[in-house]
């Protein structure tokens, strides 16, 4: 039943996408096509991009976090300036997690999702240098996420 109300709110949306400045904020996006019955939930697609960005922090990996993100993606360049600053301290984050509050899809297709999301941090300690300090738990934060199916993973292209 979640699944037929996603497609249906897909499809809803995708007909929205004609207002003009909803995506057009980097220029021109591709053209949306309908969401296929088995493409993940944008709550899934979410929590294994988190997975993936918390063990790139965990490793102190650039090259990993850089994999996560669209090419020329402002994001990823900002994300990863702060863990270089991170680990040149000797530091690394580990158990970094988001609380997804709230996730709404505003487009949708096979390969690609705009999403409204709130989260905030829930987990995360700072580890090395003979510290393990607990971080602290940040407020709710609303932005709109765009993401692009590159090589089969999903990766982010925009936040706004």
Same mark, same amino acid.
């Given at each position: 039943?979640?699944?037929?109300?996603?497609?249906?709110?897909?499809?809803?949306?995708?007909?929205?996408?004609?207002?003009?400045?909803?995506? !057009? *904020?980097?220029?021109?996006?591709?053209?949306?096509?309908?969401? =296929? $019955?088995?493409? @993940?939930? /944008?709550? #899934?697609? !979410? *929590?294994?991009?988190?997975?993936?960005?918390?063990?790139?922090? =965990? $490793?102190?990996? @650039?090259? /990993?976090? #850089?994999? !996560?993100?669209?090419?020329?993606?402002?994001?990823?360049?900002?994300?990863? $300036?702060?863990?270089?600053?991170?680990?040149?301290?000797?530091?690394?984050?580990?158990?970094?997690?988001?609380?997804?509050?709230?996730?709404?899809?505003?487009?949708?297709?096979?390969?690609?999702?705009?999403?409204?999301?709130?989260?905030?941090?829930?987990?995360?300690?700072?580890?090395?240098?003979?510290?393990?300090?607990?971080?602290?738990?940040?407020?709710?934060?609303?932005?709109?996420?765009?993401?692009?199916?590159?090589?089969?993973?999903?990766?982010?292209?925009?936040?706004?």
């Amino acid at each position: 039943m979640r699944r037929l109300v996603l497609l249906l709110l897909s499809v809803l949306l995708t007909a929205a996408l004609v207002v003009p400045g909803v995506l !057009l *904020a980097d220029g021109p996006s591709p053209p949306l096509r309908p969401v =296929a $019955a088995e493409a @993940p939930t /944008a709550r #899934a697609v !979410l *929590a294994e991009w988190d997975r993936r960005r918390s063990a790139a922090w =965990a $490793a102190g990996d @650039p090259g /990993a976090l #850089a994999r !996560l993100y669209a090419p020329g993606s402002a994001a990823g360049r900002h994300d990863r $300036a702060m863990l270089e600053r991170w680990t040149r301290r000797g530091l690394v984050v580990e158990d970094l997690r988001l609380d997804l509050l709230s996730v709404d899809v505003l487009a949708a297709s096979v390969d690609h999702l705009v999403l409204r999301v709130t989260d905030r941090v829930t987990g995360g300690r700072a580890v090395g240098n003979g510290l393990d300090l607990r971080l602290p738990q940040d407020g709710p934060s609303t932005r709109r996420l765009t993401l692009v199916r590159r090589g089969g993973e999903w990766v982010v292209a925009k936040v706004v």
